[in-house]
């Protein structure tokens, strides 16, 4: 029985990635998390009580905790989600990203390095760190063309920049120590347990209670959008098959506007909740979700368009995601109905849907 060390299990993609894996194989899951506003024990209650399931409140920058984990657990493979990850916040404050998502990721690279070197051959061979990256690392393109594994980084944001600093550090441990790293570059994730402060979930709070619903800049900016539990699936193809040193880039195949999620989310609002039932926006002499579409103005340095090229992934591990992004939207949108106490528990006294990422002036 294997034992998967995953930190930052407990945010978004990885508490998913622990429901996927507890569901999908018979290993053992031991959760490292320092719980920031991000992560919440509430996304992990499903699981809480299952015996293969361990959590662990600490900082991957603390070498001490990541140290003591690795010994305790004995990990085949470690699984990084660890990672402040909202572009938004790296323009407000930028620190906390490098911190996290280079020194972090640095202490555990190297954690890892010494304990695989210490470790039985069996273990060795069959040890994996797999880096959970983005596919913001690489830019922003034009109308053409999609991210391939070989694409030059070019990262525009502070949160992009730290992800590709996290990354650059992966392939070189791979690279100069031989530690078996594989890296996975993903497109936007959206579904079940995502922070409300992110696009999808955030709107469909703020259609529920009649807020506006901010569009940023002309809303033509385009991502590629992939269900969460496809990711999880993705990476752990990876892990079990994907060849160490390589990169994996995931995507939808799903590229949208934001103008055009925004529509798909008030659609599936109308077909659950019809704006004409709810007295949020009957108040506001409102009859539709998509009256409440405003234009703000742009988020700095707003990269253009995003999209994935995933033939890789799909032609060596058989990986493709199975969810169209309507089916998605509309499974989001009901999961979002379905656990108001979660999005209440979760955002209490962190956050309440206020604009965040236009402090563009020079701090000390
Ligand atoms: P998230 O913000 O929802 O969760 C991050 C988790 O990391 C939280 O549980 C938080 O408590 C934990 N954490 C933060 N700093 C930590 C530290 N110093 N030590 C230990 N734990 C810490 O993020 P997410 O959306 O689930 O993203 C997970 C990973 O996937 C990130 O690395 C992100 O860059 C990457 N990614 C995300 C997306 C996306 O669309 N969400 C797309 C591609 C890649």
């Known amino acids: 029985m294997k034992t998967i060390l995953v930190t930052g299990g407990a945010g978004f993609i990885g508490s998913n990635f622990i429901r996927v894996a507890l569901a999908q194989?018979?290993?053992?899951?031991?959760?490292?998390?320092a719980l920031t506003y991000a992560?919440?024990?509430?996304?992990?209650?499903?699981?809480?009580?299952?015996?293969?399931?361990?959590?662990?409140?600490?900082?991957?920058?603390?070498?001490?905790?990541?140290?003591?984990?690795?010994?305790?657990?004995?990990?085949?493979?470690?699984?990084?989600?660890?990672?402040?990850s909202h572009v938004d916040r790296s323009i407000d404050g930028p620190r906390v990203f490098v911190r996290t998502?280079?020194?972090?990721?640095?202490?555990?690279?190297?954690?890892?390095?010494?304990?695989?070197?210490?470790?039985d051959a069996a273990r060795r061979e069959g040890f994996r760190f797999l880096?959970?990256?983005?596919?913001?690392?690489?830019?922003?393109?034009?109308?053409?063309?999609?991210?391939?594994?070989?694409?030059?980084?070019?990262?525009?944001?502070?949160?992009?920049?730290?992800?590709?600093?996290?990354?650059?550090?992966?392939?070189?441990?791979?690279?100069?120590?031989?530690?078996?790293?594989?890296?996975?570059?993903?497109?936007?994730?959206?579904?079940?347990y995502q922070f409300p402060e992110k696009l999808i979930p955030l709107m469909i709070q703020s259609a529920l209670a009649g807020k506006d619903l901010p569009i940023y800049g002309d809303g033509q900016n385009v991502r590629d959008w992939l269900y969460?539990?496809?990711?999880?699936?993705?990476?752990?193809?990876?892990?079990?098959?994907?060849?160490p040193g390589e990169k994996y880039n995931l995507g939808g195949d799903s590229e949208r506007t934001n103008l055009q999620v925004l529509d798909a989310i008030c659609a599936a609002l109308e077909a659950i909740v019809p704006a004409a039932s709810n007295d949020a926006l009957t108040a506001r002499g409102?009859?539709?979700?998509?009256?409440?579409?405003?234009?703000?103005?742009?988020?700095?340095?707003?990269?253009?368009?995003?999209?994935?090229?995933?033939?890789?992934?799909?032609?060596?591990?058989?990986?493709?995601?199975?969810?169209?992004?309507?089916?998605?939207?509309r499974a989001t949108v009901q999961w979002y109905l379905e656990n108001r106490t979660w999005c209440a528990a979760v955002q209490a006294g962190k956050y309440q849907g206020e604009r965040l990422g236009l402090s563009t002036e020079a701090k000390p």
Request: glycine fraction near 8%.
């Open 25 to 33: 194989t018979r290993a053992r899951v031991v959760v490292l998390d």
């Open 39 to 84: 992560g919440s024990r509430h996304s992990l209650a499903a699981v809480a009580d299952d015996p293969r399931f361990a959590f662990v409140h600490g900082d991957i920058t603390e070498r001490a905790t990541v140290d003591a984990v690795l010994r305790e657990h004995q990990p085949d493979w470690i699984v990084n989600f660890a990672a402040e």
């Open 101 to 119: 998502n280079v020194m972090g990721v640095l202490e555990l690279l190297d954690a890892a390095r010494h304990f695989v070197a210490a470790a």
């Open 286 to 329: 409102i009859g539709a979700y998509a009256e409440l579409r405003t234009f703000v103005r742009d988020r700095p340095g707003h990269d253009r368009r995003y999209a994935i090229d995933a033939s890789k992934i799909a032609g060596e591990l058989g990986w493709r995601p199975r969810h169209g992004f309507e089916d998605g939207i």
């Open 131 to 192: 880096q959970v990256s983005t596919d913001e690392v690489y830019g922003s393109l034009g109308d053409e063309g999609r991210f391939v594994e070989t694409t030059p980084y070019a990262p525009n944001s502070p949160y992009a920049a730290s992800k590709a600093g996290a990354d650059h550090l992966a392939s070189a441990f791979h690279a100069t120590y031989g530690l078996p790293v594989l890296i996975t570059n993903c497109s936007n994730n959206y579904g079940p």
């Open 228 to 243: 969460v539990t496809d990711h999880c699936e993705g990476i752990l193809r990876v892990l079990e098959s994907g060849r």
